[in-house]
């Protein structure tokens, strides 16, 4: 009787304990099988790498080239460092000077390349990273030499660099009276929320200072009015760099509640249908273009598989599933539209994909040219505290939130975003930008180059048809041609909407000459038999045996 009595206990402690297994097996089935998927994997990995770097035969030679071919890289290289140091030589000067108390410099500096290749290339190919001035669509450095902006200014910069002067100016015009007073506002806040609660179709609008605040206080209201604590986002999405939301390298503490999830998956749709701890999703709609990776970085570019593509009618349908699973499951859909807002459509991602968010984050652009984080969200997940219970508050307060300096020139950016010239912009934007894009890869086609591109309306990557150990280089042979990507070269190209024909016409051509450049220069070597997994096995077993020493 006894025995009968604890055999019914087990099987109903089993019973319990069935649905929590089911559901940690559905959630592990839901994980994307990269590295990426696996956070704390992705840390410990990122643990046993050493630290080790290419002598200056390996550097030119790392595929097993031959002699002849190591020439023409030693010549090329020697030609590109030559260029570049004598046309930029007060702005490298100048770079030197600052990099020993810049942490943010050596970083980039650091991790333009895969870093086998960084120590010989940071000691022979002298970069600037100071400019003067801007105009048009081009920068200028300390020596007057003028570039073509792809940088984008890390997505800032959607109306051209003359816009933005005018929105600063002009915003801090407004409220020059004022000055810097805080704690009240200035009567251009009120005009700031009525064009953003139109533009969100949400009903408030908290003001913070960085795009990575935004996310902090969407996930945090979140998680107040849901009595949940877990977050989920989407495998390679970057939210900012708070903790929560940037699990794995980079971040020195382990994911904490955070659930990373394969995007465009049924199974991650599984999860959030039966678990109850998911107060919020997170969605950045730049996913669309690389799902399930993180940010093309040229660091990571140690051979030819990046992949990338946007399917704009698969990544809305899989908006939707989303939009009705979380209203179904009170779980709080929030759009990071901190990089795209405003770049897409007038009225962002969501308008651009037709659905609406319970929360959405802005940033970047929409201050104008000055600091700014932005959510704006439903009346019911915005509030901060809980009239039943008033001593349960959700304290989020910012010394410079609804800064009047700030607010001001959010408000030019809002006008302006009205006006028909602006609105005129959107008009076939994707189109114009598609248009381009095939126009750029018909040019490398013709000209026999193994580069494609492709892109997100205005949010390009260049993709590499061969295998190679080399890509990486060919920031370099752009930026001889007077082309300027961000630090992480060239997986992320932004364009400025005031590019005109005229301009991307020269872009093509000197993104064209780049590529023969380099490939005339021998590092994109035809006589390679090696396949892209191949070249990462060579390094798998490089480092391997740098471990074992
Ligand atoms: C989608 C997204 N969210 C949040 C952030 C963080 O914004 P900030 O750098 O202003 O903190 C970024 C920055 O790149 C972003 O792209």
Same mark, same amino acid.
């Given at each position: ?25 559905a ?12 956070s ?26 031959p ?22 030589a ?10 020993d ?56 910069n ?7 002067k ?11 009276? *004022?000055?810097?007073? !805080?704690?009240?506002? %200035? @009567? ?9 609660? &139109?533009? +969100? ?26 009595k ?14 708070w ?38 999703? *997170?969605?950045?709609? !730049?996913?669309?273009? %690389? @799902?399930?990776?993180?940010?093309p970085?040229?660091?990571?570019? &140690?051979? +030819?598989?990046?992949?990338?593509g ?19 499951r ?25 659905v ?11 201050g ?27 304290f ?8 009047p300096? &700030?607010?001001?020139?959010m ?8 006006t ?18 095939e ?19 205005t949010?390009?990557?260049?993709l ?39 301009d ?6 000197r ?39």
């Open positions: 009787m006894e025995t009968l009595a604890m055999s019914a206990l087990a099987l109903g402690t089993m019973a319990a304990a069935w649905p929590a297994a089911a559901q940690r097996i959630l592990s089935r839901a994980k994307h099988r990269s590295l990426a998927g696996h704390r994997m992705a840390k410990r990995v990122a643990s046993l790498i050493p630290g080790y770097s290419y002598d200056e035969a390996n550097f030119f030679a790392a595929d097993d080239a002699a002849e071919i190591v020439a023409h890289r030693r010549s090329g290289f020697a030609d590109l460092c030559q260029l570049l140091g004598e046309r930029h007060k702005t490298i000067a100048m770079s030197d000077q600052a990099r108390y810049l942490p943010d410099m050596q970083f980039t500096g650091r991790y333009r390349v895969p870093f086998q290749f960084s120590p010989y290339l940071r000691s022979h190919l002298k970069l600037g990273s100071f400019v003067q001035s801007s105009s048009g669509v081009t920068l200028e450095d300390l020596d007057g030499q003028r570039f073509m902006d792809l940088t984008g200014s890390y997505g800032v959607v109306f051209g660099y003359d816009f933005y005018e929105t600063i100016a002009e915003g801090i015009a407004r409220v020059a009276e *004022l000055g810097p007073v !805080l704690g009240t506002y %200035h @009567p251009v806040v009120l005009e700031v929320i009525k064009r953003l609660r &139109v533009i +969100s179709g949400l009903d408030e609008v908290s003001f913070h200072m960085s795009g990575t605040e935004a996310v902090m206080q969407a996930v945090r209201v979140a998680r107040y009015h849901s949940r604590t877990h977050l989920v986002r989407f495998c390679g999405a970057y939210h900012g760099w903790e929560d939301v940037q699990p794995g390298p980079g971040n020195p503490l382990p994911p904490r509640q955070t659930y990373t999830l394969q995007d465009l998956s049924e199974r991650s749709l599984r999860v959030l249908e039966t678990r109850r701890d998911i107060a919020c999703v *997170l969605i950045n709609p !730049l996913q669309a273009l %690389h @799902p399930n990776m993180s940010a970085g040229d660091s990571t570019l &140690v051979d +030819s598989s990046r992949r990338a946007f399917d704009r009618a698969a990544y809305t349908a899989w908006l939707q599933k989303l939009r009705r699973i979380c209203t179904e009170g779980i709080a859909l929030i759009f990071d539209e901190v990089f795209l807002g405003f770049r897409l459509a007038p009225g962002g991602a969501q308008e651009y994909f037709g609406q968010a319970d929360l959405v984050t802005y940033g970047k652009t929409l104008g040219g000055l600091p700014v984080g932005v959510v704006c969200g439903k009346r019911e997940w915005m509030q901060r505290f809980d009239e039943k219970r008033p001593a349960d508050l959700c989020a307060r910012g010394t410079f939130n609804a800064l300096q &700030v607010a001001g020139a408000l030019s950016f809002l006008e302006r975003l009205e028909p010239q602006v609105q005129a912009i959107y008009t076939d934007l994707d189109k114009t930008w598609n248009d381009r894009a126009l750029m890869n018909k040019r490398l086609q013709q000209a026999g180059v193994p580069v494609r591109v492709t892109n997100m309306s949010v390009w990557t260049v590499y048809d061969t295998p190679s150990r080399y890509n990486w280089m060919f920031q370099f042979y752009l930026r001889a041609e007077g082309l300027l990507l961000s630090w992480v070269g060239s997986g992320r190209m932004i364009f400025s909407l005031n590019y005109s024909a005229n991307f016409e020269e872009v093509t051509d993104f064209c000459r780049a590529a023969q450049a380099m490939r005339r220069d021998g590092w994109w070597w035809d006589g390679s038999q090696l396949s892209n997994k191949e070249i990462r096995r060579g390094i798998f077993r490089e480092m391997w045996a740098r471990r074992r020493g």
